[in-house]
């Protein structure tokens, strides 16, 4: 259970408290004694980043930030810092911990609280049995003790719900999440959180000729689904609509080109983007974002059963393009290439994709970039890098160059499903480019999507990657947009 968080006007004497400090100075409103103080102090001007108090009937912990770097990265560090704290923590078994700052920028404790509450998830569901180590519990409440204001509270609050509940999607195993129970996990969100979903069945997929979703969905007994979210507030600042498309591959064998070796352990969470997508719908409709959006998730499992799509195949995509299907297990720019050509009939201002799409992009960046290749106008990719920076899910851009396409002719179709073992992500992206007159982002998570190892607060196979990016470049975009109506 997440933690929940509680704005408070006063800290009691008798309350564990968090202080995030700026400067080696302790304040008045923490209350320790003389022998006490002298050794945080001592600790402090020695150099140590955090100090641990265990009074007898309170623990305090303080938390000194670095001066004089750029504000994104000490934002950074203070949610790293609540990472490295949280088994102290836990060990401490707290019901209730105040967190507070003194001395330092403004949304200190948003941060630290933001990277507590991220460290703290876990997915622990189908655990029958407890173990020593659930025997203590992280504190139920969070009591912030700071300048942050409703909006920016209830912001963190739904943000950090909405991690949560990707996660949650991306961690559950096929089994338990296929096709359908995804389609539906997305239409409880959308009741939920206040926005609308369609679910388009197999026989509108094929009545629409969605060639490459029915394509990889020729190998699974489950029928695919295409979900159609929507967000349209009273007033949107936008004319043309923004479109979000998440790749919903509920798990990927690779197909007859079966991955091998230990390549489809993970493969579970190939829906990540379409978790991502869920969560960004979430996080802008419960803070009434006025930006009119949709969002297009195409879902399937890709299997090599029964009457498997193959290589060689050419299949007929839902704008009539054809593609040569030189590899199945490049299965997720296929259905995510009839969700972009579908999303022309709202003629939209803008189009981003994000799917764990290609090995090739996790090679290049490991887990610190989500790689982006983009046509887009300027304005959306440098707003896109600067919200990357402040909630550190940093976006890296690849080249997007014309020359790239020659990688995926086909002598037989009007294109290829592959390039060659080089620039794979980028044929991925511009394979995907070619479906769509309009503007496009495409976001390629493979290396941030799916973790072999916890990244501080960012969780092994869960870290819920673009969530905190798209959430937060949409609200500033619409900020700038009422700024300049
Ligand atoms: N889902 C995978 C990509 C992936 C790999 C995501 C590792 C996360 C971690 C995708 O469908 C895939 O299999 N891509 C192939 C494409 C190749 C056949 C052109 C890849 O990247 O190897
Ligand atoms: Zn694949
Ligand atoms: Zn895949």
């Known amino acids: 259970m997440k933690p929940e968080i509680i704005k408070i006007s006063q800290i009691s004497p008798d309350q564990s408290v968090v202080c995030i400090l700026g400067k080696d100075i302790i304040p008045e409103s923490i209350r320790l004694s003389k022998a006490e103080k002298e050794y945080s102090l001592k600790q402090l001007r020695a150099g140590e980043k955090s100090v641990f108090i265990n009074s007898y009937f309170k623990c305090t912990y303080l938390v000194k930030v670095k001066e004089g770097s750029e504000i994104f990265r000490t934002k950074e560090e203070l949610r790293k810092a609540a990472s490295g704290l949280k088994k102290l923590i836990k060990d401490n078994n707290h019901t209730e911990l105040v967190i507070t700052s003194d001395k330092v920028y403004k949304e200190a404790v948003e941060d630290f609280t933001e990277g507590l509450l991220l460290s703290f998830y876990s997915f622990d569901k189908y655990k029958t049995r407890e173990d020593e180590d659930d025997k203590k519990n992280y504190p139920s409440k969070l009591l912030l003790y700071c300048d942050s204001g409703k909006t920016e509270l209830k912001w963190l609050n739904d943000l950090t719900d909405a991690v949560y509940f990707a996660r949650d999607l991306i961690n559950e195993p096929v089994n338990h999440l296929n096709t359908a129970v995804l389609a539906s996990e997305i239409q409880k969100a959308g009741k939920n959180a206040g926005f609308k979903v369609e679910v388009l ?157 290609t090995g090739s992009a996790a090679m290049t960046f490991s887990n610190q970039a989500i790689a982006m290749m983009t046509n887009a106008d300027k304005k959306y990719i440098s707003l896109l890098e600067d919200c990357g920076n402040l909630v550190y899910e940093r976006v890296a851009q690849l080249p997007f160059w014309e020359e790239y396409s020659e990688m995926i002719k086909s002598t037989v179709a009007d294109i290829r499903n592959i390039g060659g073992r080089e620039a794979g992500a980028i044929t991925a992206g511009k394979f995907l480019e070619r479906f769509t007159e309009f503007p496009l982002i495409h976001l390629d998570i493979a290396g941030t999507g799916i973790l072999k190892k916890d990244d501080h607060y960012r969780i092994k196979e869960g870290p819920g990657s673009g969530v905190r990016l798209l959430s937060t470049f949409l609200k500033q975009l619409a900020a700038g947009y009422k700024k300049m109506n």
């Not at 879902?299 to 393009?321: E, H, L, S, V």
């Not at 969700?339 to 022309?344: D, E």
């Open 201 to 357: 069945n197999k026989g509108k997929i094929e009545a629409l000729k969605m060639g490459g979703l029915l394509a990889v969905n020729k190998g699974s007994v489950d029928p695919p689904a295409f979900c159609i979210l929507e967000w349209n507030p009273a007033k949107p600042v936008n004319r043309k609509p923004l479109i979000l498309v998440g790749k919903g591959i509920v798990y990927d064998t690779g197909g007859l080109n079966i991955k091998t070796d230990n390549y489809m352990s993970q493969m579970k969470s190939d829906m990540a983007g379409a978790a991502t997508v869920t969560s960004v719908f979430y996080t802008v409709a419960r803070n009434k974002i006025p930006l009119h959006l949709i969002g297009l998730i195409p879902i399937t499992d890709n299997r090599p059963g029964g009457n498997a799509y193959t290589q060689g195949d050419i299949i007929t995509m839902f704008n009539k393009m054809t593609v040569e299907v030189g590899n199945t297990d490049a299965e997720g720019r296929l259905i995510l290439a009839d969700a972009i050509s579908y999303a022309s009939k709202y003629k939209p201002e803008l189009i981003i994709d994000i799917a764990t799409l």
